[in-house]
């Protein structure tokens, strides 16, 4: 079965600056995807980031970078010029390529974001 | 267009009492599939539906069980509550099942359990 790990259940980080939220996973399976999700106090679930496992590059949308490495099956979220609204619970998540939606979450990190 | 809308957003029932909860995905969506978030275990998948079949379940007890329609609507149902059934429970909606298509989440039903 799969799992996915995220060790840091704080963060904190300053207005302007950048921080790397962690995120491994375990799985034996060769295809598959891997999502950043944020979720503000309003509940609803946000997509951030999404990166296909059998794509090298790695993903980029904004301000958000992940660096994903197969190998170590790490998948680290940087988000860059953190901004008060950047404030909120974020989830990695697991997707197997293989006939389903369903998404493995990891316990998630609560990020902090101060002036 | 609209989002995934979750009905009702609030929700207090009582142990033993049965409770139904709806999803209507974005138009054009034709997978939902439905997650428990609670403080102690997180985000757990429950079940996901395509063209009004279950394609797969979590590992929760047959108390708990969904269904779709055919206009992609979807419901769970909890059936004699316990008050460990307290949770968030969020929905999301993709184009298609099983396919490389992002999700959207709703903003969840939050059931109480008294």
């Known amino acids: 079965a799969q799992t996915v790990t995220q060790s840091q259940p704080e963060m904190s980080v300053q207005e302007a600056e950048t921080v790397t939220l962690s995120c491994t996973y375990d799985t034996s399976e060769s295809d598959y995807y891997l999502f950043w999700y944020k979720q503000p106090p309003s509940r609803q679930m946000i997509l951030v980031i999404r990166q296909e496992a059998y794509k090298q590059q790695n993903a980029t949308e904004n301000r958000f970078s992940v660096n994903f490495q197969k190998a170590a099956k790490s998948f680290s979220l940087k988000i860059s010029d953190s901004q008060l609204g950047d404030a909120a619970m974020y989830f990695c998540?697991?997707?197997?390529?293989?006939?389903?939606?369903?998404?493995?979450f990891g316990t998630g990190t609560r990020l902090q974001v101060f002036p | 267009k609209a989002g995934v809308t979750q009905t009702p957003r609030y929700l207090i029932k009582t142990r033993g009492q049965q409770v139904t909860l709806s999803c209507s995905p974005i138009s054009g969506h034709r997978s939902v599939s439905w997650y428990q978030q609670t403080p102690g275990q997180g985000l757990q998948f429950l079940f996901e539906y395509f063209s009004e079949t279950q394609r797969n379940k979590g590992n929760f007890p047959g108390r708990f069980s969904g269904r779709q329609f055919s206009n992609s609507r979807s419901e769970m149902n909890v059936s004699t509550l316990e008050l460990g059934d307290s949770a968030l429970y969020l929905c999301?909606?993709?184009?298609?099942?099983?396919?490389?298509?992002?999700?959207?989440f709703g903003s969840g039903t939050r059931l109480t359990v008294v």
């Open positions: 999301a909606s993709s184009v298609l099942w099983g396919a490389n298509y992002g999700y959207t």
């Open positions: 998540a697991y997707r197997s390529a293989q006939n389903t939606d369903k998404l493995i």
